[in-house]
């Protein structure tokens, strides 16, 4: 594949119709092939998905390109025909959105978190031992009602789960190119935040000026008595999914990074689901949502990723299980084109995000079916769209198989 | 895949780590696939890599795109990660590197050789009889200091092997937009050399004014009468593998072009190989390197090429099984991961370098291995990779695969 060809072709080619396609991302859903080691959905029993397999064709996707090992956010764009490289979107800015909090044009966000510090300033415990969420987040709004205001700009400080939240800054002259301040170790101090280009100067020094005030509001606290930045970043110029591509899309999705980036492709959320939900809460969630408007529809399920982070493939298995034992419910409501796939692969020998393809089931008319009977790396990786798909032509092959793209060119 | 994201993710997420990386070039490997018509993969008897290839996985990668013919130069950015269209790296100064010659920015070189002329001016031999090198070294010097300056521009013969030498102009105002005066055809006269931008005028005056100045010295010589010139160029811009990927990169080559690439993505070269070396002596020289700084390592195998040049797919046979006699040496110095590959496929039926896509082998923690037990283009165009592998992945996924790339985005 040339170019991404999705910023020219898609505006051009995409047409509203009835058809509803849906995108199943079990987060970090794929393995690592290696010898006698079974992968979590070599594992599972899936009765379901190997029937929808059957019917439709398997693949391999290739997330941003071999060898490169994507976070959530870039995974995510990629499978709705945004290339994360050109696009870099910030983390800071995910989280926010995720949080519900919208982000402007020209404000600048961070990802930030409680820490704790010993009597010398070095990181003792860079999350401050997890403080529970009912803890921090009263601290974080008395923070925030301290120090409401730096020079001309308003500080914003979004409570977020457990030691997390979210920093906004919105003002004139704001940009985003500071440094982490968040140092990725313990036994040493905070960063200072610098700029990284003269036109982030202000940023810099208004951030600067936030953390001293912090610092000082904290002193005395047992755990959370510091604070840790990091992923400057500004909302990006990109246009949504209704400019794009004419879909009226849908999130169904319990994280707050995972809101973020439905909020920036311009997808509604649905309503009635939380970090509790199960699979089963999101399947209700999605058939309440049948009866609406939309014709695309996200729905995100996390436990893969946390289980493959913490090496249990057999956890992992059992969220696939749990999520196969509602395919039934999915499939009654009768979508035209159905995505399952991960954002990333996570294997659980590795612990960890990893660079491997990621196993995909494609099924709708039009999809050519191949032999595959199962649906695991192994059949995806001989499957139809073969083992090194580029993951920026997922949508639109699940678009063309919708009929939602006319024809380039008379 | 989209744009090449190497310029942009490598220098990101690239980490030093003490995991070895070794890739082996064996010039021109690949054959073409032919009906009856055994390459030389597959006439040669190569047990070790055949060992190698059942731990790891294959594939065929493209080098420029499907199509190209690479020259050397552009095979090698390739496989490091470098593209060659991208980079524009002129043969000239590939020559003089490898000749261990510095070329500093602003300079321009050339690819120079003697060649021989009839009373008319007409070449008779483009390459004066392949004149022995001791017989060429002192009429290249000798040259040089009866033409050491032109107007204000420094004028450097650097003699090579045969008839060759490399032309290295410095001073100001210099640009490499200059025709080639070979005219890759006997019974004419060499070529004026001419500027393809006005800003080259200079380059192309000087240039003209040595050559004059070189014809009437050669006058009566009875080969080396004349010179030819082609592969104008400057050092291109370009970080080295130091800078883009934090390694510390080390290569055994015997030959001046190999150097050169190396010199450039600069890595240090092993002392104690030369082109006159076997491949055991070059192992020898990976063996004694192996205990120093290197944690990148570039072994180029020459005799492959040779050979598919010559269109003795049994002498090509031979240099693999020379090699495959020395990997369990390589193997005991337990690198982390192995690429076995060439730079471009060198089919004996064509005597040339070709467009075919070129074998691989990839070994190391996180491959996932495929089902070949044999290492030869047909079990590579079936390989876990598949037939169709983007070059420039080659490098990061090796890097990957060693641990030495970071998760892009959280």
């Given amino acids: 594949m040339a170019l991404d060809v999705n910023p020219v072709l898609i505006p051009q080619l995409a047409r509203t119709t009835p058809s509803r396609i849906l995108f199943v991302v079990m987060d970090g859903l794929g393995g690592c092939l290696q010898p006698g080691v079974p ?98 987040t009263p601290l974080a709004r008395a923070l925030n009602a301290a120090v409401p205001k730096i020079e001309d700009v308003r500080i914003e400080i979004h409570p977020g789960l457990q030691h997390r939240f979210a920093l906004v800054l919105r003002g004139p002259g704001l940009v985003d190119a500071v440094s982490d301040t968040d140092p990725q170790a313990e036994g040493v101090a905070p960063l200072a935040p610098t700029a990284a280009t003269p036109a982030a100067a202000k940023t810099a020094r208004v951030t600067a000026a936030f953390l001293e005030k912090a610092y000082a509001f904290l002193r005395g606290q047992p755990k959370a008595n510091t604070v840790l930045l990091r992923g400057f970043s500004g909302r990006p110029a990109m246009p949504t999914l209704r400019e794009r591509a004419r879909l009226t899309p849908l999130a169904i999705a319990a994280y707050p990074a995972y809101l973020g980036v439905a909020r920036l492709l311009g997808m509604d959320v649905a309503p009635g689901v939380s970090p509790k939900s199960t699979v089963a809460d999101e399947v209700t969630a999605l058939e309440r949502a049948w009866a609406g408007p939309h014709d695309f529809f996200f729905l995100h399920v996390k436990g893969t990723d946390s289980a493959g982070e913490d090496g249990d493939e057999d956890r992992k298995a059992r969220v696939i299980e749990e999520f196969d034992r509602e395919l039934p419910r999915i499939r009654a409501l ?13 294997p659980g020998p590795m612990k960890a995000h990893s660079f491997h393809a990621v196993p995909f089931l494609l099924r709708g008319p039009w999809v050519e ?42």
């Fill in 334 to 346: 009768r979508p035209d084109v159905i995505l399952v796939t991960g954002d990333h692969s996570t």
């Fill in 369 to 410: 079916p191949d032999d595959a009977r199962t649906f695991d790396e192994r059949a995806c990786a001989g499957g139809r769209f073969g083992g090194w798909f580029p993951a920026l032509s997922l949508f639109p092959m699940a678009m063309a198989c919708a009929g939602k793209l006319a024809k380039y060119g008379a």
């Fill in 39 to 136: 992968t979590a959905l070599e594992r599972a029993k899936h009765p379901h998905l190997d029937a929808l397999a059957t019917e439709g064709a398997l693949g391999r996707y290739v997330p941003i390109a071999p060898g490169i090992t994507p976070g959530s956010g870039p995974g995510h764009f990629s499978i709705f025909g945004y290339d994360p490289v050109a696009l870099e979107v910030g983390r800071g800015v995910l989280e926010t959105l995720g949080l519900g909090i919208d982000v402007a044009p020209g404000d600048v966000t961070a990802r930030a978190n409680f820490a704790t510090a010993g009597p010398d300033g070095r990181l003792t415990d860079r999350r401050a031992g997890r403080i529970a969420t009912e803890e921090a």
